[in-house]
Structure formats: structure tokens, C-alpha cells
């Protein structure tokens, strides 16, 4: 069982930066694509990146690209999220999570879930 953990979450001023950390173990995360996914507070859960195996092709959701970028460390297992240009609306739980093969598709599920970092943005 893969295992995910989250961290990096915090309160941030609209305009700020910020960088989530993923580090996983439990399984060959050079094996995996990776990505994440968000859920404001009463929305639905809704994808934001995803990165390949290698972290040569990346995939972002329109609500995020050009100021959100997601990239991954192999040697240290780890996935991270650099956000700039954050708004309220980046307000959310961030979730890491892996799917069962090298590259992102958008018509499969992800495999594995962690349990997710807060991003606050204050206006």
C-alpha cells in the first residue's frame, strides 16, 4: 500500500507563494504518475495537476495554469506544488494523490489518496 503525506498547507495573503510537499512510501514512486487535487469548502473534490513518471509531461486544470507548478524529486520520493499568484479562491484541502501507471489520464481514478494539507488564501 502506497502511503501518502502532505505538508506545506498553511494561511497565506492573496498574491503570496506557497509550496506543498508530498512524500510517499510504500511502493516505487518512480513507478507512479502523480498529481494533485483540491476541495474548497462545499464544492466537490476537482483535479488541479499531474505530473508523469518522470516529470518530463505535465497536465494542469485551467483554474491553475500559468501559476501553479507541480514537479517531482524521484531520489527523495517526494511531489511538490509551487503556487504564486494565489487567490481566495485557491482556498482549499489539497490532496496528493498516485495512479497505477506512468503517465495521467484523465479517465482513470487515482489509485491512492493522502490525506490532504489546508490552503488558506486571506484576502
Known amino acids: 500500500q502506497v502511503q501518502l503525506v502532505e505538508s506545506g498547507g498553511r494561511l497565506v495573503q492573496a498574491g503570496g507563494s506557497l509550496r506543498l510537499s508530498c512524500a510517499a512510501s510504500?511502493?516505487?514512486?518512480?513507478?507512479?504518475?502523480m498529481g494533485w487535487f483540491r476541495q474548497a469548502p462545499g464544492k466537490e473534490r476537482e483535479f488541479a495537476a499531474a505530473i508523469n513518471w518522470s516529470g518530463t509531461s505535465t497536465n494542469y486544470a485551467d483554474s491553475v495554469k500559468g501559476r501553479f507548478t507541480i514537479s517531482r524529486d524521484n531520489t527523495k520520493n517526494t511531489l511538490y506544488l509551487q503556487m504564486d499568484s494565489l487567490k481566495p479562491e485557491d482556498t482549499a484541502v489539497y490532496y496528493c494523490?498516485?495512479?497505477?501507471?506512468?503517465?495521467?489520464?484523465?479517465?482513470?481514478?487515482?489509485?491512492?489518496w493522502g490525506q490532504g494539507t489546508q490552503v488558506t488564501v486571506s484576502s
Open positions: 510504500g511502493g516505487t514512486f518512480s513507478n507512479y504518475a
Open positions: 494523490v498516485h495512479w497505477w501507471g506512468l503517465a495521467y489520464y484523465s479517465d482513470y481514478n487515482p489509485a491512492n
